[in-house]
């Protein structure tokens, strides 16, 4: 659906006059992508709003969204699952997370940031398949996954120290969203690679 939508938009940019013919492709990826984070971010807020978790939800997007550009990960195959596994996340994170009691909630920031910084530390940056990445690129991805994964669980342990629990859960979170996608990617990369 999405992609019919975008490259009749793009259709319509030619016929228009607005763009040339021979990018008729390129603005109807461009379409495509535009429209699928359009989207997605409409679901991120509608369930933020419904579950009256905005704040949480900005923080934990942002953390998760800071990690992923360099850390890399796992990518749904379409745009319906990609849709699918943000509200599935969304609805585990908004009623979840969100409301871990505030006494065991220290437990949870400090185990979630102890799964995720090894795994980001040891497998980080996860490439795309479709993306192939240069040795240069992967050492400078790796080297900002690593300060940023690093600089974040001191965040996570200064927060619980400073008695802004629930904060350091949240960002804990998006550090523990971004592992588990960037061990994903490993794994089903590693599956793909080996058909080939």
């Known amino acids: 659906m999405i992609s019919k939508l975008a ?3 793009a259709h319509f940019f030619v016929v228009q006059n607005i763009t040339e013919e021979s990018k008729e492709v ?5 379409m495509e992508l535009l429209i699928s984070d359009v989207l997605n971010t409409i679901i991120v807020l509608l369930i933020a ?5 905005l704040p949480a939800v900005v923080v934990f997007i942002a953390v998760f969204m800071g990690l992923r550009q360099f850390v890399g990960g796992f990518h749904a195959n379409s745009h319906l699952s990609c849709m699918f596994t943000l509200v599935m996340v969304m609805m585990v994170f908004s009623y979840g997370i969100c409301n871990v009691s505030g006494h065991i909630t220290p437990i949870f920031s400090i185990s979630f940031i102890m799964i995720a910084l090894p795994i980001i530390l040891c497998i980080a940056p996860v490439p795309h ?4 990445m240069s040795e240069e ?12 994964a690093v600089t974040l669980s001191v965040v996570t342990i200064a927060l619980l120290v400073f008695q802004y629990q629930k ?3 949240y960002v804990s979170s998006g550090m523990l969203l971004s ?3 960037a061990l994903l990617g490993h794994f089903l990369n590693r599956g793909d690679n080996s058909k080939r």
Do not use: D, W
Not at 26 to 30: D, F, Q, R, S
Not at 129 to 132: D, E, F, L, T, V
């Open 7 to 9: 490259k009749s938009i």
């Open 26 to 30: 390129i603005y109807a990826y461009g």
């Open 49 to 53: 709003l419904f579950s009256h978790t």
């Open 129 to 132: 398949p479709n993306k192939p």
């Open 137 to 148: 690129k992967s050492v400078k991805l790796r080297k900002r996954s690593c300060i940023l």
């Open 167 to 169: 904060l350091s859960l």
């Open 179 to 181: 592992a588990i996608m």
